[in-house]
């Protein structure tokens, strides 16, 4: 017969269950069947419930967090775009590191292109007059080499 679980246990499988959103990956994660998962959950919908609305608040608190950060964000992202188009930075960097800072930046801008487009904001056009200048400074820079 198999060992009875802690009310411990039964609560971090609830937790994981809420994070997961799957029976299966949270037995596994538990040393349980399926099945045991689902008749934890099941058993106990009243901490499942508070266990999501917990997480739901979280995320809406994270999410208001960020967006009162953002302006700060933004001075710093002028600053660094600024020190990136420094000449003599660029002239003392490696093709490496000229190519992974391009890199990151092109990964980081495009990541978002699609919903970006749709509420473009003074910030975001400002990111891209940064971006476009910054990449013509650098085709002049290989072409003078």
């Known amino acids: 017969m198999a060992a009875r679980l802690t009310d411990r246990q039964k609560k971090k499988i609830i937790a994981d269950y809420i ?22 959950v099941k058993g106990n919908e009243n901490i499942a419930r508070k266990c999501t609305q917990k997480k739901e608040q979280n995320t809406a608190e994270i999410l208001d967090y960020m967006e009162r950060q953002k302006s700060g964000v933004c001075e710093i992202l002028d ?11 660029i002239e ?19 990541a978002d292109y699609g919903r970006a487009a ?9 990111l891209t007059a940064s971006l476009k200048e910054l990449a ?8 003078v080499q």
């Open 92 to 110: 003392a960097a490696s093709l490496r590191e000229i190519a992974t800072t391009m890199a990151i930046l092109i990964d980081k801008y495009t």
């Open 19 to 40: 994070q997961l959103e799957s029976y299966n990956a949270v037995g596994r994660m538990n040393d349980v069947s399926p099945n045991t998962v689902k008749n934890i």
């Open 118 to 126: 749709d509420t473009q904001s003074t910030e975001y056009d400002a």
């Open 79 to 89: 600053i660094y775009l600024t020190e990136l188009k420094n000449p003599e930075k």
């Open 136 to 143: 013509r400074e650098m085709g002049q820079e290989q072409k």
